[in-house]
């Protein structure tokens, strides 16, 4: 079983709508969680954090997180074209930092 | 620099040379990863420096793949007899102190192995 993973997709959906990406994690012990998004041929940057149980939400992005089923979600409302990247879940282990294989998000106008 | 800066940010080699690839990270910050990015797929974590504490090698691929980092701050990535396999992107990333927060990448450095 992979440390974090995630479905490759690619997940389309149409302007607009909402994006839902999920990642699933195996160290029940892991206290901070990551989503970076990522464009064809560019480096990672981070657009959210969690800690806690619960939703946090930040503009268009809402992050979810579930300790208890080991399990983090993305939502992005009101899905734009420029939102087509791939969605990194990273999950600190250990004391560093593992992410997952990346969501394809396309966003079609 | 205002960045993490990688070099080179593109390597071309042949199957069995060495190579070395180079990190400057963000003045300041304490901790550095270097993950590995092959084409279509998410980061492969390589190796973590947090100060002066022991890095956490577990990442690392085989005894062909070593790393360091002098005086707290640039950090080198050595391949040693590179084959195919190990072309991608690798990618150094950095924060202030590694403890739950936002890394800060570099453009990577794509290495390609003929």
């Known amino acids: 079983q992979k440390e974090v993973e995630q479905n490759s997709g690619p997940l389309s959906v149409p302007e607009g709508a909402i994006a839902s990406l999920n990642c699933t994690y195996s160290?029940?012990?892991?206290?901070?969680f990551f989503w970076y998004r990522q464009y064809s041929g560019k480096s990672p940057e981070l657009i959210m954090s969690?800690?806690?149980?619960g939703d946090k939400e930040d503009g268009r992005f809402t992050a979810q997180l579930n300790k208890a089923s080991q399990y983090v979600s993305l939502l992005i409302r009101d899905s734009q074209p420029s939102d087509s990247a791939t969605y990194l879940c990273?999950?600190?282990?250990?004391?560093?930092?593992?992410f997952g294989q990346g969501t394809e998000l396309s966003v079609k106008p | 620099g205002a960045g993490v800066s990688q070099s080179p940010s593109n390597k071309v080699t042949e199957k069995g040379k060495d190579v070395e690839l180079r990190c400057d990270p963000i003045?300041?910050?304490?901790?550095l990863y270097w993950y590995r990015q092959s084409l279509g797929q998410g980061l492969e974590f390589l190796i973590y420096?947090?100060?002066?504490?022991?890095?956490?090698k577990s990442g690392l691929p085989s005894d062909r793949f070593s790393a360091e980092r002098t005086g707290g701050s640039v950090s080198t990535l050595t391949i040693q007899r590179t084959q195919q396999e190990d072309s991608a992107v690798y990618l150094c990333?950095?924060?202030?102190?590694?403890?739950?927060?936002?890394?800060?990448f570099g453009s990577g450095t794509q290495l390609s192995v003929l």
């Open positions: 160290d029940r012990g892991s206290q901070s």
């Open positions: 990273a999950v600190n282990q250990g004391g560093k930092l593992i």
């Open positions: 003045s300041g910050h304490t901790a």
């Open positions: 420096f947090q100060g002066n504490s022991a890095p956490d």
């Open positions: 969690i800690y806690s149980n």
């Open positions: 990333a950095s924060s202030p102190t590694g403890l739950n927060e936002k890394l800060f």
